[in-house]
């Protein structure tokens, strides 16, 4: 479950992104962890899920997510930090 709470909040818009995050050598340090779950058992996890627990399990991640980007990222010069995803690199 966090795995997919940490995907959303480092910007993964979708399953396969949480591949790279298992190749990124910060992000795993900075969770403390050798290795988290694939993509696939992801997948497996969250198709046992229906549509209301799905709306439940996002509004969880969207309740917390502004509390932790405040925390950790304050607002330089009133700007607020948006997450970024590979994609917008």
Same mark, same amino acid.
């Given at each position: 479950? #966090?795995?997919? +709470?940490?995907?959303?909040? $480092?910007?993964?818009?979708? #399953?396969?992104?949480?591949?790279?995050? *298992?190749?990124?050598? +910060?992000?795993?340090? +900075? =969770?403390?962890?050798?290795?988290?779950?694939d993509p696939t058992t992801a997948g497996d996890?969250?198709? *046992?899920?229906?549509? +209301?627990?799905?709306?439940? =399990?996002?509004? $969880?991640?969207?309740?917390?997510?502004?509390?932790?980007? *405040?925390?950790?990222?304050?607002a330089h010069k009133g700007q607020r930090w *948006?997450p970024q995803s590979h994609r917008d690199q």
């Amino acid at each position: 479950m #966090l795995n997919l +709470a940490y995907n959303v909040l $480092c910007g993964g818009t979708r #399953l396969e992104d949480i591949e790279r995050l *298992r190749h990124d050598t +910060a992000y795993m340090n +900075a =969770l403390g962890a050798e290795l988290i779950p694939d993509p696939t058992t992801a997948g497996d996890f969250t198709r *046992r899920f229906d549509a +209301a627990q799905v709306r439940q =399990l996002m509004e $969880c991640i969207n309740a917390v997510r502004p509390q932790l980007s *405040r925390r950790r990222f304050p607002a330089h010069k009133g700007q607020r930090w *948006r997450p970024q995803s590979h994609r917008d690199q």
